[in-house]
Nanobody, 117 residues
Framework: QVQLVESGGGLVQPGGSLRLSCAAS????????MRWYRQAAGKERELVAG?????????NYSDSVKGRFTISKDNAKHTVYLQMNSLKPDDTAVYYC?????????WGQGTQVTVSS
C-alpha cells in the first residue's frame, strides 16, 4: 500500500528553522515528482515547493517561501525533505507531502508547524 509519512514538525520561534521529512513506501519513489503543500487554519491549501522526478534537477517554490525554504530528496532513502529557515508566524500550518499521479494523488497525513514566540 502507498504511504507517505511526514515528520519533523513542532513549535519554533520566529526566525528559527525546521527540517521536515516525508518517508515514502509502496511505489517507485524515483518515478514520481514530489511536492510539499501546507494548509493554515481557515485557509486554502497552498503549494509550497516541488521537485522533479528522477534526479530532481528542477525545483519550484511559492513566492512566499522562495529564498527561505529548500526542497530536496534522497532517492535511496525514499524520502523528500523541506528545509525551512527564517520562519515566520505566517508559516504556521499543517504541512503535507504529495506525490502527483496521472489518475490521482497520494497524500500524507501531515505534520503541524507552529511559529510563535
Amino acid at each position: 500500500q502507498v504511504q507517505l509519512v511526514e515528520s519533523g514538525g513542532g513549535l519554533v520561534q520566529p526566525g528559527g528553522s525546521l527540517r521536515l521529512s516525508c518517508a515514502a513506501s509502496g511505489f517507485t519513489f524515483s518515478s514520481y515528482a514530489m511536492r510539499w503543500y501546507r494548509q493554515a487554519a481557515g485557509k486554502e491549501r497552498e503549494l509550497v515547493a516541488g521537485i522533479s522526478r528522477g534526479a530532481g534537477r528542477f525545483t519550484n517554490y511559492s513566492d512566499s517561501v522562495k529564498g527561505r525554504f529548500t526542497i530536496s530528496k534522497d532517492n535511496a532513502k525514499h524520502t523528500v525533505y523541506l528545509q525551512m529557515n527564517s520562519l515566520k508566524p505566517d508559516d504556521t500550518a499543517v504541512y503535507y507531502c504529495n506525490a502527483p499521479d496521472l489518475a490521482y494523488d497520494y497524500w500524507g497525513q501531515g505534520t503541524q508547524v507552529t511559529v510563535s514566540s
